[in-house]
């Protein structure tokens, strides 16, 4: 595991932990919708479903990610370009999570397309009694449009290596789960303190700062291997 990816990680998870409150509004009853509280095994039936929801993150990061990577075998001087373009989709996701510019949005119409004809392949699974159902349900939601998801897979995809862009995925997924597992009292109570506003700008500045230093780091590394030619 490189250095750089043991720094990402934490950005990743930072990630889906300050979208818990965008989650918890665009999937916090899905669960419900499904049925899956009615399960015979309700806890493992929830997670068999956010398993199959991070194997569609990490499955798409691949392989965008890994159709960057042969591009850029091809085209090398792309390299911090696209290195900059992570950081800067970085720093706006930390306007969005400080609730200062929310135009990061506007992404959830380009799912609209797929949606609809994926969302018909859940019908036949339901009612979802057996935990493979569960799963697949999971996988099926993994593609529904959500502008969180789409900035998190152009950021990790980015890195331009297939296999450090699915970890990334995985590990935003893991930061979103905690807030869709929890029921009931606690749901809410993350609810608030997604919109509190110390918590909201810790976590923006946070997502700042890994955004600076993606771009920073990708230039002085430029500059210097410039300069030993």
């Given at each position: 595991m490189t250095a750089d990816l043991l720094l990402l990680i934490p950005a990743a998870l930072l990630l889906g932990l300050?979208?818990?409150g965008h989650c918890l509004g665009m999937c916090?009853?899905?669960?419900?919708?499904?049925?899956?509280?009615?399960h015979p095994r309700p806890v493992m039936a929830l997670a068999f479903y956010h398993v199959g929801r991070i194997t569609t993150y990490s499955c798409l990061a691949l392989l965008f990610g890994g159709a960057l990577q042969h591009t850029l075998h091809h085209y090398p001087l792309l390299a911090p370009w696209l290195r900059t373009a992570a950081g800067a989709l970085l720093i706006l996701m930390a306007l969005h999570v400080a609730q200062i510019w929310s135009g990061i949005l506007r992404l959830e119409a380009f799912g609209t397309r797929w949606w609809q004809p994926i969302q018909r392949l859940v019908k036949p699974l339901l009612p979802a009694r057996q935990l493979w159902q569960v799963f697949m349900l999971g996988m099926l939601w993994g593609?529904?449009?959500?502008?969180?998801v789409y900035s998190t897979l152009a950021w990790a995809a980015a890195q331009a290596n297939g296999m450090q862009a699915a970890i990334l995925m995985a590990s935003f997924g893991l930061g979103t789960t905690p807030a869709l597992m929890a029921?009931?009292?606690?749901?809410?109570?993350?609810?608030?303190?997604?919109q509190l506003r110390a918590w909201r700008y810790t976590l923006a500045a946070a997502l700042m700062l890994f955004g600076l230093w993606t771009i920073f780091s990708v230039w002085q590394h430029a500059g210097h291997h410039h300069a030993m030619h």
């Open positions: 300050a979208g818990s916090g009853g899905i669960a419900c919708a499904l049925g899956l509280q009615q593609w529904l449009p959500c502008a969180l029921g009931g009292v606690f749901a809410s109570q993350l609810q608030r303190l997604a």
